[in-house]
T-cell receptor, first 112, second 111 residues
Framework: SQQGEEDPQALSIQEGENATMNCSYKTSINNLQWYRQNSGRGLVHLILIRSNEREKHSGRLRVTLDTSKKSSSLLITASRAADTASYFCATDIGWGAQKLVFGQGTRLTINP | DAGVIQSPRHEVTEMGQEVTLRCKPISGHDYLFWYRQTMMRGLELLIYFNNNVPIDDSGMPEDRFSAKMPNASFSTLKIQPSEPRDSAVYFC?????????FGPGTRLTVL
């Protein structure tokens, strides 16, 4: 089964609104990462949050991590049409392996 | 840097044929990953290398799949013989310190 599972599977909002995506995982992690994938393209790294961090910001992105609940959220503020993409969380279970396990992703559509 | 380079970008082949996918990682990165993405199974890690040595190939579906990394700047993923169920997008990624950089992918169609 997937280590990381995103919720919702699909999200459609109006431009300018905020988008929130959630990720749950099962085992202890070293860090959790979020990636974006535009249709037909490779994944692009957005942000990495370590297990000892609770919140991280990057531009319009805000990521939270709750290790007690084994969950993370990605918030995109003031969404734009260009944010339309699939968003994946990926967990690094550590031991220096740098091996990531990806969830199934959330398909985000921003309507103009 | 040009980023991770993959070739070919598209490959259409017939069942039973050998397929070779190629990847050039970002210079200086010491990890290289091969993934497969399908609608049904999502993004699956097939195999990864550290300093050209295969570390974990537990995701390789079966013996028809093999991967090599003869040097730090080149890796191949080979499928022999190919089957229609191998149709997918295959991604190569490289990393140095946790963040992975993905190539554009190879879209493989096996008829």
């Amino acid at each position: 089964s997937q280590q990381g599972e995103e919720d919702p599977q699909a999200l459609s909002i109006q431009e300018g609104e905020n988008a929130t995506m959630n990720c749950s995982y099962k085992t202890s992690i070293n860090n959790l990462q979020w990636y974006r994938q535009n249709s037909g393209r490779g994944l692009v790294h957005l942000i990495l949050i370590r297990s000892n961090e609770r919140e991280k910001h990057s531009g319009r992105l805000r990521v939270t991590l709750d290790t007690s609940k084994k969950s993370s959220s990605l918030l995109i503020t003031a969404s734009r049409a260009a944010d339309t993409a699939s968003y994946f969380c990926a967990t690094d279970i550590g031991w220096g392996a740098q091996k990531l396990v990806f969830g199934q992703g959330t398909r985000l559509t921003i309507n103009p | 840097d040009a980023g991770v380079i993959q070739s070919p970008r598209h490959e259409v082949t017939e069942m039973g044929q050998e397929v070779t996918l190629r990847c050039k990682p970002i210079s200086g990165h010491d990890y290289l990953f091969w993934y497969r993405q399908t609608m049904m199974r999502g993004l699956e890690l097939l195999i990864y290398f550290n300093n050209n040595v295969p570390i974990d190939d537990s995701g390789m579906p079966e013996d028809r799949f093999s991967a090599k990394m003869p040097n730090a700047s080149f890796s191949t993923l080979k499928i022999q013989p190919s089957e229609p169920r191998d149709s997918a997008v295959y991604f190569c990624a490289s990393s140095l310190s946790g963040e992975q950089f993905f190539g554009p992918g190879t879209r493989l169609t096996v008829l």
